[in-house]
């Protein structure tokens, strides 16, 4: 059974930075595209990042271009997400899910976990 657990999220002022892991539970992330997505109160859920399983690509949401990188550890079986330059509109709750392929679409990824609480305030 796919499972991710995410963590690491928290409150930070804007301009800080945070490290999200996603660690996968049951199965090997090898050969697996990971990808982060979040979703804000009121909103619909949203791709943030994506690594691929096959080359390691990654690819981001304009709005977090060059200040969020994705990173995969297959040793430890985990992804990275490391956000820096917080903005007050990053505040939402993150989600780790796996995939075949980097795709933006929610429904080809399975194995979401909980989420973890990002809060970007002053």
């Known amino acids: 059974q796919v499972q991710l657990v995410e963590s690491g999220g928290g409150l930070v002022q804007p301009g800080g930075s945070l490290r999200l892991s996603c660690v996968a539970s049951g199965f090997t992330l090898d050969g697996y595209a990971i990808g982060w997505f979040r979703q804000a109160p009121g909103k619909e859920r949203e791709g943030v990042s994506c690594?691929?399983?096959?080359?390691?690509?990654?690819y981001y949401v304009d709005s977090v271009k060059g200040r969020f990188t994705i990173s995969r550890d297959n040793a430890k079986n985990t992804v990275y997400l490391q956000m820096n330059s917080l903005k007050p509109e990053d505040t939402a709750v993150y989600y780790c899910?796996?995939?075949?392929?980097?795709?933006?679409?929610?429904?080809?990824?399975?194995?979401w976990g909980q989420g973890t609480q990002v809060t970007v305030s002053s």
């Open positions: 690594i691929s399983g096959v080359d390691g690509s990654t």
């Open positions: 899910a796996a995939s075949g392929l980097c795709k933006w679409n929610t429904h080809v990824y399975d194995g």
